[in-house]
Each structure stands twice: as C-alpha cells, then as structure tokens.
C-alpha cells in the first residue's frame, strides 16, 4: 500500500505532528509514504526518515496551481490513496488533484467549526471517507448531511515517551528568573483569536489578587502576537505574563507548569490537551467540540463554559489553590493518554479506513466507523 499525503501547514504544530506520528507508525507496518508540503516546511526534514518529500508552492485558498502540481506527482508516484490532512486550500484542490487522477481519496478535518450547506454539498464529495479527530467533529458532521457510513473518528495521538520524565521545576523556575516556589501557568496554542487568550487575560483580574505571584508564560506564535503584547501592556499584566514564542523541545518544559489553560472557543480536539496530561499538568479548558474527550471533568482537569471570564477565573484558582488536586488530575491525565491516545490506536485507525475504503468487499463496509 502506498499513502501520498497531503500537509499544508508551514509549522510543526499540531496537525503536522499527527502526521509525523502517522508516517513513522505507517513505516513500521510496511506501507509506504509519500508526504506533499510546502516548501521549508518545518515537517520536510523529519519526515524523510518515514518516506519520500516532495516540497511545493502551497498558497492557501486560490492557489487554483496546486491542482496541477499535485496532479503531476500523483501521476508520476501512482499512489494507492491520498489522505488530505490540512486545509489552507489543499483540502479543494488536493481532492480535485485525486479526483481528475482516479484515486481514492481521504480527509481528515481537525476543526469544529459549522460550515454551510452548499459548501458541505459541494466539498465532501470529493472525498471517499472522511476522518475526524474527535466524536465532536464527527457529529458536526454528521448534522451538517454526511452520511454516518463516509465518516469515521480516529483520535489524535500523543507520544507520551518524551514526557515520561522527572521535571526539575526548581531549575526551570531559575532559568526564568523566579523563586522556586512561584506558581506558573502556561497556554500552549497558536495565537489566534479561537484559541481565547483574551479570555485567559481577562480572567487573571481574578486570579492575581489571590496569586500575585503567580507566571503565565504563553507559547506559540501566530497573527495575534502584537495584539496580545499590547493587551497585556494596556491591562497591567507585564510582570506577571510572558511571551514565550515557540518551543523547539517542548516536552523538556511542559511538566514544569502547574497549570495548563486552553480557555479555546472552538476546538477540535487539541493536541497540547493531550501532551499536557501526559506530561502530568493539570488542565483548564472550555466545554467545546472535543476538548471534553480530552479533558474529562473533574478526572484530569477542570472544564468551564466557553467565554465565561468568571468560571475561568475559578477554575484557575481552584487548581492553583490545592497542590494535591493537581497532583491527582496529572497523574490521572497521564494514565488516560497511555490508555487511550497512543500512537500505535491512531495509526490502526487511519489504517482501518484506508482498507475499507481501497479494498470494501474484502474489508467490510461496516469497518469505516472506528470510533477512539
């Protein structure tokens, strides 16, 4: 079986990462990988030890060229299937690429956000199944008009290897300058408006007063970053916010934190959910898309009302009021990813559809839903 795959993203975020996962666990089940990406793409070099690169021009949305340059390579690689793993136009023009070149094609969607009839009309068609990283996409999905049949949910995987560690949280308390025992809450995400910052903002009016000390250091980047410098200028909270910008060795950090907050209004899932609890960190979020299926209330974190300044507000400084909840929620969080996030399930999943959908009289129509 040969996989052409299809990334878009220019950072090793999230998604791009689940694809990284995917080839490696692909590759040591013999089937081969090709991966179509931007050129520079943070994702090129290490996806060479797991299968063939081909960077490209990939210009989002009218970037009509891309169907062309990604009708080339498929002509000339004669891949099996092509699984589509991003949006920023190579949903489109990736699907038309498969569709002019007769080749079974599959998307994964990674978000949650509505999207209209005709758009869902005239898009999914393109596409043999569907692969969605949360049940909570699946079922906006499903209400959208997708057959329950061309749609499966395969979760996002977290390696929890690298954050099976002692953190020194002392030493990275040094390394930024403070005490010891100063509590630190962190927010990993990139920096656009769904993700919440300003929520998290906001809801440290309430938070200080009873933790003056406490550290929120944001890491990611994105459009937002000078907008969210001048917010933390303008609201006063220069001494107790920092800007981290993107971490190369994020497992080496993440323990570190107290708290990890993700107060998103919409969310498909979200991967730094997932590398957070296995990295033993207690975690704030919003009740949306499928962030409950990886924030379990009261299990491995707090979930709060999208929005809700003040139900944030609580939800921090119950956490950061009591060191034995948090101990808890994080060693509960990291058992649930070596549960039910490995790698190894998230490979056998997209590997399941890819079977039913090449081969459905050997595989059984019944075996494109594998939810988990």
Not at 181 to 202: E, N, Y
Not at 235 to 243: P, S, Y
Not at 246 to 273: I, K, N, R, T
């Amino acid at each position: 079986m040969k996989i052409l795959h299809i990334e878009a993203g220019r950072h090793l975020y999230g998604g791009a990462t689940q694809v990284l996962y995917l080839m490696e666990g692909l590759a040591r089940r013999g089937v081969e990988s090709l991966l179509a990406c931007p050129t520079g793409a943070g994702i090129a070099t290490p996806a060479r030890a797991f299968g063939k690169v081909f960077e490209m021009p990939m210009k989002g949305d009218v970037d009509i060229g891309l169907v062309l340059r990604l009708r080339r390579l498929i002509a000339a690689e004669k891949p099996d299937l092509v699984h589509i793993h991003s949006r920023r136009g190579a949903d489109v023009w990736g699907g038309l690429a498969a569709l002019l070149c007769g080749v079974p094609c599959v998307l994964s969607r990674r978000v949650d956000n509505p999207e209209s009839p005709w758009l869902v009309a005239a898009r999914y068609p393109l596409y043999d199944h569907v692969v969605t990283i949360s049940e909570g996409i699946r079922q906006v999905l499903l209400a959208e008009g997708l057959p329950d049949a061309k749609t499966s949910c395969v979760r996002s995987a977290v390696n929890v290897r690298p954050y099976l560690r002692d953190y020194d949280k002392a030493a990275f308390r040094a390394s930024l300058g403070l005490a010891p025992d100063t509590p630190v809450l962190g927010t990993v995400a990139q920096l656009i408006p769904r993700k919440g910052h300003r929520h998290l903002l906001s809801a440290l009016h309430d938070v200080l007063p009873r933790h003056p000390d406490l550290q929120v250091l944001i890491f990611g980047r994105g459009p937002m970053e000078n907008e969210l410098r001048q917010a933390i200028a303008d609201q006063g909270l220069a001494r107790n916010v920092r800007m981290m910008g993107f971490v190369d060795d994020l497992p080496a950090v993440l323990g570190c934190l107290d708290v990890l907050a993700h107060p998103a209004d919409m969310e498909g899932l979200g991967v730094s959910l997932l590398q957070a609890s296995a990295a033993r960190v207690p975690i704030v979020a919003s009740r949306v898309g499928g962030i409950p299926e990886a924030v379990r209330d009261g299990e491995n974190g707090l979930l709060i009302a999208p929005g809700d300044i003040s139900e944030l507000g609580v939800a921090l400084n119950r956490l950061l009021d009591d060191a034995t909840l948090r101990q808890r929620m994080g060693e509960a969080g990291q058992a649930m990813m070596l549960r039910e996030f490995s790698v190894d399930a998230m490979c056998d999943g997209n590997l399941s559809v890819y079977r039913s959908v090449l081969s459905p009289q050997l595989y059984g129509a019944g075996s494109r839903h594998h939810p988990g």
